[in-house]
Each structure stands twice: as structure tokens, then as C-alpha cells.
């Protein structure tokens, strides 16, 4: 399907204003937690960004990422919280086997997975991995999966037609495996069914940092950047039972680094830094796609914006959490913000 052309971003914004209420304030009352718009949640324990936040097990779970120290980044850390929605808090669950950071978190018959991303060494920060591991919510541990056929990070996974997705992200692309610029943008889709991992079909544009969603079983992949090219608006769809791919409508803005989430038929898009000549910026926008139209809308600006965050969908809110306020490993923040359609 061929996109359709869309409206400036400031007619969309007059569109959605009758859409949400403004930002209220973090409330123990119930019809504040109903009302639309933005409020705050409970604050993560520390700094975090390049996190991949997953729901498993009604509670989010947050594992990995680059912790800071008076706003910037120090390294990356094993620690692994998971946030109660009946009681509100973040609860110290077991560390990861290592410190990574940009590692994927999904939930998969009923067992949570931590997949690829990075750790660092006296060699270099930005060392790719491959390897796979389970947490046994009984046992509080983690231990060893079938690890990537390849090393693997800054890509996108979810869940769909009973396999587990690992699509798009960073490969190294040659010997040396230490630095970023020791890897290179694919496109490549790998496919796990608890015991073994497969390829499939290739996603349409290779690409990193994009953000993703899964709508009526398709696998919605938006956003991203190449290392070359900056930015992308690309809106690439994957249907796992014909194993292709085809476009829909481009994200109004071109967002790197964003956080995406999906409630019903409809994706959610948040934040992501772009850089430039002055060091970049990071975006306040926030977008809501409608599969049945396919068709973007602006919804409020997020009150904090942020970049390297995660949102995760959880009892019809949306949680955003954590992420950087200034591009790169600058401000690294501990908020998290609650969006409610």
C-alpha cells in the first residue's frame, strides 16, 4: 500500500487538541489516573537510557542500559528492576549474568528474555553480543538461552504469530567488534520459537535506534536512522504469516532513538534525538498512527523530552520511562511519564 500524504505537523496539533487533557500531576486518586493526557509515575530508582523496557507478567521489567552520574553516563549496568502497578513501586529483582547496554527485554511464553545489545571492556565500550538470557520469575535468576546465530544490537523485537522477532538494529562489520563504528546498519529478521533461532524475510531498510508495535499480528516498524543517513520517517510492516513486508504512511517527522508502544489498533510514538553541527537536539514530539486509516496524528508533546527511553503499554496507559534529555549521554534521566489516551 502506497503512503498517503499527510498535513503540517501544526494542522495535526489543532486536530488532536480536543484529543487530551494537559499534564497532570503523579495522583494516588483513581480519576486522575483515568484522565487523558500526561501525569508523572513513579520515578525509576536511578538514571537510565538505550533501555528496552518489557511487561511480563503484569509488571514492567527494566534490565540493562548506560547508567549516569550528575546527568551523564558512566557505563553500562547489569541492575534489573521491575515495576508493581498494584503497589506502585520498583522492586530490586536478580542483576543480569553482565553489564549490558541497548539489550532487548520481551516477554515470550511466559518466560522474559534479555537479547543481545552491548557490553564494554578496557578495549572498547561498544562490544556487540549475541548471547541470550531467561529469568525464572520462581527462581529469580537468569541463565543461559540459544544465543543469536549473530552478534546483535540497537534493533527492535516483539512477539507475533507465536515466534519471538529480533528485525533490523546493527551488525559488526568486520573483524573488530569494540567501538560503534565498528558495526554496520541490516536489515536482517531473525525468527526464535523457544529452542532455535531462524531468518526471515528482511525488513525493506536496513536500520538502528527505530521504535516498533504489533497491530492485528502485524509487526509495525517506524523511525530509526542509518549511520550514514541520519534520520528516517520509514513505516515498514511485517506480516509473519505470508513472511512479507510492505510500507505504510511515513512518521510526519523523521525521529531516531524514539519509543513506541501499541494499544489496540493503534501505535504510539515518543521522543528521539537528531544530531547536527551545533551537537543535535532531542524531540518533544509524540504521534499516534491508526492502522485502520492508516493515518498519523500529534498528540501532546511529551512533557520531558527524552531520547533512548522505552514505553511500555500497561492497562490502557502508556509508561515512558527513562531516556536522556539532551542528545547523546548527556542528562540521563530517572523519569517516568504516563500517557493516557
Same mark, same amino acid.
Given at each position: 500500500?502506497?503512503?498517503?500524504?499527510?498535513?503540517?505537523?501544526?494542522?495535526?496539533?489543532?486536530?488532536?487538541?480536543?484529543?487530551?487533557?494537559?499534564?497532570?500531576?503523579?495522583?494516588?486518586?483513581?480519576?486522575?489516573?483515568?484522565?487523558?493526557?500526561?501525569?508523572?509515575?513513579?520515578?525509576?530508582?536511578?538514571?537510565?537510557?538505550?533501555?528496552?523496557?518489557?511487561?511480563?507478567?503484569?509488571?514492567?521489567?527494566?534490565?540493562?542500559?548506560?547508567?549516569?552520574?550528575?546527568?551523564?553516563?558512566?557505563?553500562?549496568?547489569?541492575?534489573?528492576?521491575?515495576?508493581?502497578?498494584?503497589?506502585?513501586?520498583?522492586?530490586?529483582?536478580?542483576?543480569?549474568?553482565?553489564?549490558?547496554?541497548?539489550?532487548?527485554?520481551?516477554?515470550?511464553?511466559?518466560?522474559?528474555?534479555?537479547?543481545?545489545?552491548?557490553?564494554?571492556?578496557?578495549?572498547?565500550?561498544?562490544?556487540?553480543?549475541?548471547?541470550?538470557?531467561?529469568?525464572?520469575?520462581?527462581?529469580?535468576?537468569?541463565?543461559?538461552?540459544?544465543?543469536?546465530?549473530?552478534?546483535?544490537?540497537?534493533?527492535?523485537?516483539?512477539?507475533?504469530?507465536?515466534?519471538?522477532?529480533?528485525?533490523?538494529?546493527?551488525?559488526?562489520?568486520?573483524?573488530?567488534?569494540?567501538?560503534?563504528?565498528?558495526?554496520?546498519?541490516?536489515?536482517?529478521?531473525?525468527?526464535?520459537?523457544?529452542?532455535?533461532?531462524?531468518?526471515? @524475510? $528482511? #525488513? %525493506?531498510? /536496513?536500520?538502528?535506534?527505530? !521504535?516498533?508495535?504489533? =497491530?492485528?499480528?502485524?509487526?509495525?516498524?517506524? +523511525? *530509526?536512522?542509518?549511520?550514514?543517513?541520519?534520520?528516517?520517517?520509514?513505516?515498514?510492516?511485517?506480516?509473519?504469516?505470508?513472511?512479507?513486508?510492505?510500507?505504510? @504512511? $511515513? #512518521? %510526519?517527522? /523523521?525521529?531516531?532513538?524514539? !519509543?513506541?508502544?501499541? =494499544?489496540?489498533?493503534?501505535?504510539?510514538?515518543? +521522543? *528521539?534525538?537528531?544530531?547536527?553541527?551545533?551537537?543535535?537536539?532531542?524531540?518533544?514530539?509524540?504521534?499516534?498512527?491508526?492502522?485502520?486509516?492508516?493515518?498519523?496524528?500529534?498528540? %501532546?508533546?511529551?512533557?520531558?523530552?527524552?531520547?533512548?527511553?522505552?514505553?511500555?503499554?500497561?492497562?490502557?496507559?502508556?509508561?515512558?520511562?527513562?531516556?536522556?534529555?539532551?542528545?547523546?549521554?548527556?542528562?540521563?534521566?530517572?523519569?517516568?511519564?504516563?500517557?493516557?489516551?
Amino acid at each position: 500500500m502506497a503512503p498517503k500524504p499527510l498535513s503540517r505537523r501544526s494542522t495535526l496539533l489543532m486536530t488532536a487538541a480536543g484529543l487530551a487533557a494537559g499534564w497532570v500531576p503523579a495522583a494516588g486518586a483513581d480519576s486522575a489516573r483515568r484522565q487523558k493526557g500526561w501525569r508523572n509515575g513513579q520515578s525509576l530508582p536511578f538514571p537510565v537510557q538505550e533501555i528496552y523496557p518489557a511487561l511480563h507478567a503484569g509488571r514492567i521489567h527494566l534490565a540493562g542500559g548506560f547508567i549516569a552520574e550528575d546527568g551523564r553516563i558512566t557505563g553500562p549496568t547489569a541492575m534489573h528492576h521491575a515495576y508493581d502497578p498494584a503497589s506502585g513501586n520498583w522492586t530490586v529483582k536478580a542483576p543480569l549474568p553482565a553489564a549490558r547496554h541497548h539489550p532487548q527485554l520481551i516477554s515470550y511464553r511466559g518466560r522474559l528474555y534479555c537479547i543481545g545489545g552491548y557490553e564494554a571492556g578496557e578495549q572498547g565500550g561498544w562490544q556487540m553480543r549475541g548471547g541470550v538470557w531467561r529469568y525464572d520469575d520462581a527462581e529469580d535468576a537468569w541463565s543461559a538461552a540459544p544465543a543469536m546465530p549473530v552478534p546483535n544490537g540497537e534493533s527492535i523485537s516483539e512477539v507475533a504469530d507465536g515466534l519471538l522477532f529480533v528485525i533490523g538494529g546493527r551488525h559488526p562489520r568486520a573483524d573488530r567488534n569494540l567501538d560503534w563504528n565498528d558495526q554496520t546498519d541490516v536489515a536482517t529478521a531473525w525468527a526464535f520459537d523457544g529452542s532455535k533461532w531462524f531468518d526471515t @524475510a $528482511p #525488513m %525493506p531498510t /536496513a536500520r538502528n535506534s527505530a !521504535a516498533s508495535g504489533v =497491530i492485528n499480528g502485524y509487526i509495525h516498524v517506524i +523511525g *530509526g536512522r542509518t549511520v550514514g543517513g541520519g534520520n528516517l520517517a520509514r513505516h515498514e510492516v511485517y506480516d509473519p504469516a505470508s513472511d512479507r513486508w510492505e510500507h505504510r @504512511a $511515513p #512518521m %510526519p517527522k /523523521a525521529q531516531g532513538g524514539l !519509543a513506541a508502544a501499541a =494499544i489496540g489498533h493503534r501505535l504510539y510514538a515518543f +521522543g *528521539g534525538e537528531y544530531f547536527s553541527g551545533n551537537g543535535g537536539g532531542v524531540y518533544p514530539d509524540a504521534w499516534v498512527y491508526d492502522a485502520n486509516r492508516d493515518r498519523w496524528s500529534a498528540i %501532546p508533546d511529551m512533557p520531558r523530552p527524552r531520547h533512548g527511553l522505552g514505553a511500555v503499554a500497561l492497562g490502557g496507559d502508556i509508561h515512558v520511562i527513562g531516556g536522556a534529555l539532551r542528545a547523546s549521554g548527556k542528562d540521563t534521566s530517572a523519569a517516568v511519564e504516563i500517557y493516557t489516551p
